[in-house]
C-alpha cells in the first residue's frame, strides 16, 4: 500500500519492455538531486527496466546496471546541469525493517542524490511525502506495461513539457 496518494498525473500503455526502458530515458532527464522516484510493481512488473533505461539515459557509458536485489543499493555518479551527484538505486524487497534502509545511505540519497527505489513500501514512514511515483502494472498486451505518474504540482509542472514525448513513446 502507497503510503501516501499522490494525483496521478500521467498514464499510457507501453507495448513492450523496450519501450519502459525509452519512458524511464525521458524521465531522467527530468531530475535533479534530491529527487525520489518510488517504484511500485508486483514482481517482474518492471521495475529494473525501468531503473536501467533511467540510469542508461544518464550515464550512457555504463555497460551493465546489475539489479541491486543482493546489495540492496548501487550508486551512479552523474552530471546533472553541471553538478555532480548520485543517482542511488536501491531494491528494498529484503528489508525487514524500515529503519535499516539508514545502514545503506538512505539518508544521503535524499538529501544529495538521486534516489530510484524498488519495493519502496518497505520505507513506511520513511518514504518521502514529496516524490514521483512511477507505478507499472500489466498492460492492455501480453507483452505491454501500463505506466502511471502520479505527484504532487511540482512534478506535475516538471512532467507537462514530456508528457508528449512520453505519450510518443507509447504510440497514444
Do not use: C
Not at 27 to 53: E, N, Q, S
Not at 107 to 118: H, T, V
Not at 141 to 152: F, H, K, N, Q
Request: glycine content about 10%; cysteine-free; hydrophobic content about 45%.
Amino acid at each position: 500500500m502507497k503510503p501516501v496518494a499522490p494525483e496521478k498525473l500521467i498514464e499510457i500503455d507501453l507495448a513492450e519492455v523496450g519501450k519502459t526502458a525509452l519512458a524511464a530515458g525521458i524521465l531522467a532527464r527530468l531530475v535533479r538531486p534530491g529527487d525520489v522516484l518510488a517504484l511500485w510493481g508486483d514482481l517482474g512488473a518492471g521495475k529494473t527496466t525501468f531503473a536501467r533505461g533511467f540510469i542508461a539515459a544518464l550515464r550512457p557509458d555504463e555497460d551493465a546496471v546489475p539489479s541491486p536485489t543482493f546489495t540492496l543499493v548501487q550508486t551512479y555518479p552523474v552530471s546533472i546541469d553541471g553538478h555532480a551527484t548520485d543517482i542511488w538505486h536501491f531494491d528494498l524487497y529484503r528489508l525487514k525493517h524500515a529503519e535499516e534502509a539508514y545502514e545503506i545511505g538512505i539518508e544521503e540519497a535524499f538529501a544529495n542524490g538521486i534516489s530510484l527505489i524498488e519495493w519502496p513500501d518497505r520505507l513506511g514512514s520513511l518514504l518521502p511525502r514529496t516524490r514521483l511515483d512511477v507505478t507499472l502494472a500489466p498492460g492492455s498486451g501480453p507483452d505491454s506495461r501500463r505506466l502511471i505518474l502520479a505527484g504532487d504540482k511540482a512534478w506535475a509542472a516538471r512532467l507537462g513539457p514530456a508528457e508528449e514525448l512520453l505519450r510518443g513513446v507509447a504510440g497514444v
